[in-house]
């Protein structure tokens, strides 16, 4: 794990308060667990960043330990790991994910 990618990664992290690491591309996601979590994202109603780790593999090798998370997609929220697909959808389902979104969205 490099020094350079480790940097790469607190800094898409703290400087989007809204940052997925996913498969793909909102537009074009490259696996269901990704499409899934964008749908959620995108029925929030607010602007995301997003970085593809298929075309980004350091950071896709690294991302992992950096967050002591093994798989993709990976939400962070003002800094903040808050899960995966899984995670993402169940909170979305229960009403978590909006305004947790939209807060994050209002500060930025």
Known sequence: MTDAVLDTIQEQISSNPIILYMKGSPQAPQC????QTVQCLMQCG?????????S???IRATLPSYADWPTFPQLYVDGELVGGCDI???MF????L???VKAAAKQS
């Open 98 to 100: 909006e305004p947790l």
């Open 32 to 35: 269901g667990f990704s499409a």
């Open 56 to 58: 980004n593999p350091d």
């Open 46 to 54: 607010e602007r995301f960043a997003y970085v593809d780790v298929l």
């Open 93 to 96: 389902q229960s009403g978590e």
């Open 88 to 90: 993402i959808t169940e």
